[in-house]
């Protein structure tokens, strides 16, 4: 599988797929979309001992994310220091905590206190590029995760 980078500010993200990946999957996973942008997709196989190549466009939807506190942007920016060439085309996970400025330091809730806030994971490539977001408004809801109800 080759995921095509963006024209003249992209990286390729090329990976291969095992048979039980495959079927696992229940077909071809495909990972390293760019989100809200026409992908190119390749897939590479040999099949009946011919070898076979297919190219299609996939469209990944944009990534929805919360207002916070002095952010001017959907999404922090990812800043690149340097890359190892073989280490061009991989994809690395960001875990990053998200706490208000203002939000006060409240020990009565339970022990978690400032920390007991959802996080931003997402991946990026070795260009800084997001390639997925956890939308973690689907399964986090902060108000309903007390300590102190046991």
Known sequence: VKVKGKPDSGIDIDYNVSEHALL????????GLYPDYLN????????????KVETY???????VTYSRDFRFSHMQ?????????AFKNRL??????ITSVYKP??????????WNDFTENYI???KGEVRWYLDYQKFYDRSERRVMDG
């Not at 229940?26 to 990972?31: A, K, Q, S, T």
């Not at 690395?92 to 905590?97: D, F, G, M, R, V």
């Open 57 to 63: 466009k996939i469209y990944a939807q944009p990534i």
């Open 24 to 31: 696992t999957h229940d077909g071809v996973p495909i990972w």
């Open 40 to 51: 190119e997709v390749v897939l590479s196989y040999t099949f009946n001992g011919a070898k």
């Open 77 to 85: 920016k990812t800043h690149v220091k340097k890359v190892d060439p």
């Open 92 to 97: 690395y996970l960001i875990n990053n905590t």
């Open 105 to 114: 330091l409240d020990w009565k809730n339970g022990g978690a206190a400032s």
């Open 124 to 126: 990026v490539d070795t």
